[in-house]
Nanobody, 126 residues
Framework: QVQLVDSGGGLVQPGASLRLSCATS????????MGWFRQTPGNEREFVATFNWGGSTTAYASSVKGRFTISREITQNIMYLQMNSLKPEDTAVYFC???????????????????WGQGTQVTISS
């Protein structure tokens, strides 16, 4: 079973930056896509960003383009989400996710992913 541990959330002011981390126990062949979703109370999880572990694909939600950057440290199996210019509407619990290889599905969909971190709270408030 793949284990994901996400961390790095906190309370910051508008315009500040945070970097979220997600460490995975998976061997590289066990993972195709990894990404980030966020969720606020009463709402479904919202796609934020994703990448193919091989580095050929990177995608962002339009709401975070230009502000968030997804990256990875391959040797340590760590995924990062660098969040800059944070806005109050970015407040949410952020979850990292990983998908085992498959041939169908949309990487924007929650159902695309097989493994999830526990979530880390990000709060932006003045």
């Amino acid at each position: 079973q793949v284990q994901l541990v996400d961390s790095g959330g906190g309370l910051v002011q508008p315009g500040a930056s945070l970097r979220l981390s997600c460490a995975t126990s998976a061997r590289t062949f066990m993972i195709c896509f990894m990404g980030w979703f966020r969720q606020t109370p009463g709402n479904e999880r919202e796609f934020v960003a994703t990448f193919n572990w091989g580095g050929s694909t990177t995608a962002y939600a339009s709401s975070v383009k230009g502000r968030f950057t997804i990256s990875r440290e391959i040797t340590q199996n760590i995924m990062y989400l660098q969040m800059n210019s944070l806005k109050p509407e970015d407040t949410a619990v952020y979850f990292c996710a990983a998908q085992r290889p498959r041939s169908s599905g949309s990487y924007y969909s929650e159902s695309f992913y097989d493994y999830w971190g526990q979530g880390t709270q990000v709060t932006i408030s003045s």
